[in-house]
């Protein structure tokens, strides 16, 4: 997945997930300050999208549906959307990811029907992914700062290198 950046960070029993604003299509920018962070179940659970924006979305809505059903428990809600996001005819062709965060829980969901939980409970996906997550891994080791400062910090990183992020940034906390 290209043409975004999102990053969450759980630590010292914080989580904060941050995105950048840029839409693109092929090699035009549409928008600069789209939002693709939402919160789910009143505000405790934390989820970014990368990929196309109408399947990322329909994603949203199926896992904000599981959730429901599961009582809030995230991992569980995440294993059922992976399966049916592996099994069902409509949403095998989705193209997206999903990054999401509560407060004690980092996950990435992909469209292979991986449910991913990092050691280091970082969690990162799109085009600027990686660039932000070695930032957040060196400023987990070597300072202080809270999960909502490395989110940011770490998309302004990758802002400064990845053609497809921009420095309009988002970050909530939970």
Known sequence: MHATTVIG???DGKGALGSDGQMTIGSTILKQSTSKVRRMLGGKILVGFAGATADAITL????????????GKLERAAVELAKDW????YLRRLEAMLAVIGQDRA?????????????DSI???????MFA???ARAMLRSTDKDAKTIVAESLKIA???CIYTNDHIRVEEV
């Open 9 to 11: 960070v759980l630590r």
């Open 60 to 71: 949203l809505d199926r896992f904000d549906e599981k959730l429901q059903a599961h009582g």
């Open 86 to 89: 592996r099994t069902d005819k």
């Open 107 to 119: 996950l990435i969901i992909s469209g292979t029907g991986d449910v991913i939980e990092p050691e």
């Open 123 to 129: 969690v990162a996906i799109g085009s600027g992914g």
């Open 133 to 135: 997550l070695a930032a």
């Open 159 to 161: 802002a400064e290198i």
